[in-house]
C-alpha cells in the first residue's frame, strides 16, 4: 500500500517504522512547508499533524479522492464540515482521538461502567488525563471521547476543565516531562471510590492502530470508526 503521512513529527516517525515493517511503502512526508504534493501516487493519507493544520490537509486529499486516517486532535470544531465535503466526494475517513486497540476496548469498558453507575448519585466522575510537556491541546482527544461515552450513558451534560458544575464532568489536564498518554476515570463517594485507568507504554500502540485503519480503509467508500476496524467482541 502506498501511504502518504501527513505530518511527521513523533507519532508519523513511528507509524512510518511500522508501515514499513508491514511492509507498506511511503510515498509522501508532507509538512507545513510542503509544497507539491503528488495526490495521484497516494493509496492513503494518514494524518497526525497539528490541531491547526489537520483540517486543511485532510480536506485536499478528499478533493483529490484519497483516502483519510486521522488521528490529529483539537480540530473537532470542523469535523461535520469534514464529513459533509467527505460524502459530498463519495470518499472514505476515519477519525480517532485513539487509535489504539488497549485505549478502544477502555473506550467501551466506561460506557459499560457508565451505564451501571448512572442511577447511583453518590458517586461523583472525575477523569484526569496525563501527557507530554508538548501536547498542544488540552484536554486530550481521548478524554473527549470518554467524556462523551459517560454523557451518552448518564445524566451528566457536559465536561469541563477542572472546576465543573453538577451535571458536568470534571476533567483534570496534566503535563508531565514524555509520558505518552494515561486517562483515569473515578467514581468517588463519600464511603469508597472505583477508578479506571489507561497506561499507554509508548506510541507503538497509536501508530500500528492507524495503520491497521489504513489497511482497512482502502477500497472503502464512508464514514467509519476504529470500533468497525476493531473486532471487539
Ligand atoms: N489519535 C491518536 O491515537 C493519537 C493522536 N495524537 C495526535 O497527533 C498529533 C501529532 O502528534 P505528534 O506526532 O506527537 O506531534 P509532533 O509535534 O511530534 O508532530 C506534528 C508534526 O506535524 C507537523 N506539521 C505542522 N504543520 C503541518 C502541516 N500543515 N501539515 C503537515 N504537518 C504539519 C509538525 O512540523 P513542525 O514541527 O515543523 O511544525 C510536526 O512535525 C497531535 O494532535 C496529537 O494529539 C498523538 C498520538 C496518538
Ligand atoms: O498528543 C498525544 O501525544 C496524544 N494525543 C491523543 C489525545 O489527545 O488523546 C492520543 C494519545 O493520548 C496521545
Known amino acids: 500500500m502506498k501511504i502518504a503521512l501527513f505530518g511527521y513529527g513523533k507519532m508519523g516517525k513511528m507509524i512510518e517504522q511500522i508501515a514499513l515493517n508491514r511492509n507498506h511503502t511511503i510515498v509522501a512526508k ?44 483539537g480540530w473537532l470544531d470542523k469535523y461535520d464540515e469534514a464529513v459533509a465535503l467527505c460524502k459530498a466526494k463519495n470518499g472514505a475517513f476515519i477519525y480517532a482521538s485513539n487509535f489504539s486497540l488497549g485505549v478502544n476496548v477502555f473506550f467501551e469498558l466506561n460506557r459499560y461502567l457508565a451505564t451501571m453507575m448512572k442511577n447511583l448519585d453518590q458517586y461523583k466522575v472525575s477523569m484526569e488525563e496525563i501527557h507530554h510537556t508538548q501536547k498542544l491541546d488540552e484536554p486530550s482527544g481521548t478524554a473527549i471521547t470518554l467524556a462523551e461515552g ?18 458536568e464532568i470534571p476533567i483534570t489536564s496534566k503535563r508531565v516531562g514524555a509520558t505518552p498518554g494515561t486517562h483515569s476515570i473515578d467514581y468517588s463517594s463519600t464511603v469508597d471510590s472505583i477508578e479506571i485507568k489507561h497506561t499507554a507504554h509508548n506510541r507503538e500502540g497509536f501508530a500500528l492502530g492507524a495503520v491497521t485503519a489504513a489497511e482497512w480503509i482502502v477500497g472503502k467508500t464512508g464514514i467509519f470508526t476504529m470500533k468497525d476496524v476493531l473486532n471487539l467482541g
Open 30 to 73: 508532507v509538512d507545513v512547508d510542503t509544497v507539491d504534493i503528488d495526490f495521484s501516487e497516494m493509496d492513503v493519507a494518514i494524518d497526525f499533524s497539528m490541531p491547526s493544520a489537520a483540517y486543511g490537509n485532510i480536506t485536499k486529499c478528499f478533493e483529490h479522492g484519497v483516502p483519510v486516517i486521522c488521528g490529529t486532535t
Open 150 to 167: 459517560i454523557i451518552d450513558n448518564t445524566e451528566y451534560k457536559g465536561w469541563k476543565l477542572e472546576e465543573a458544575g453538577d451535571t
